[in-house]
């Protein structure tokens, strides 16, 4: 069983924000392959499914950011999932807009939903697709920068590497993650 999380906030506030990207792929996902987010238990939404012949599920930790390991581990403790059955979607500022980077392990580089995961399942080895953002401009605080909504010019961008991001789950479900990262991480 394959598990792909994507990182954000609860509450209607946070729907279009920046730090919601990972948010907006799980609902690409429910699109896609008709999973819709049924369950509500371990601090989540959650829908499950199979995919390409492969059970997933799908899941939004509803914790808010920092606190996304708490929803992620105890739905793989009570699922059996290992960590190389998880992917986590989310925003990244070191990357541009409209751009993705897949790793299969590393640090959280600052972001506290992964700071949050790393500690509770006890790794820094699991599959992520990190989603640019950019960076804010100088004087902007980065809190306000994430929980700011993308500018208009940004939308289509953004709209492109949710389903760029959406393919590569899907990828994921067929092949190794290491070469999802050779075909998407160019």
């Given at each position: 069983?394959?598990?792909?999380?994507?990182?954000?906030?609860?509450?209607?506030?946070?729907?279009?924000?920046?730090?919601?990207?990972?948010?907006?792929?799980?609902?690409?996902?429910?699109?896609?392959?008709?999973?819709?987010?049924?369950?509500?238990?371990?601090?989540?939404?959650?829908?499950?499914?199979?995919?390409?012949?492969?059970?997933?599920?799908?899941?939004?930790?509803?914790?808010?950011?920092?606190?996304?390991?708490?929803?992620?581990?105890?739905?793989?403790?009570?699922?059996?999932?290992?960590?190389?059955n998880l992917l986590v979607i989310y925003d990244e500022l070191d990357l541009p807009p409209g751009k993705i980077r897949l790793r299969y392990k590393g640090s959280a580089a600052g972001h506290n939903g992964i700071k949050s995961i790393i500690k509770l399942i006890g790794t820094k080895e699991f599959n992520r697709i990190r989603i640019g953002i950019g960076k804010p401009q100088p004087g902007v605080e980065v809190v306000d920068y994430v929980l700011g909504k993308f500018i208009n010019d940004e939308k289509p961008i953004m709209a492109e590497i949710i389903e760029k991001s959406a393919q590569a789950c899907e990828t994921w479900l067929e092949k190794p993650f290491i070469e999802v990262m050779n075909i998407y991480n160019r």
């Open positions: 069983m394959k598990l792909i999380v994507g990182l954000g906030n609860p509450g209607k506030q946070y729907e279009e924000t920046r730090h919601n990207i990972g948010f907006k792929v799980i609902d690409k996902l429910v699109e896609k392959w008709n999973i819709p987010l049924n369950e509500a238990k371990f601090q989540s939404l959650f829908g499950k499914g199979m995919v390409n012949g492969e059970k997933v599920i799908i899941l939004k930790p509803m914790t808010y950011m920092n606190l996304s390991g708490e929803a992620v581990r105890a739905i793989m403790d009570y699922y059996q999932i290992s960590h190389e």
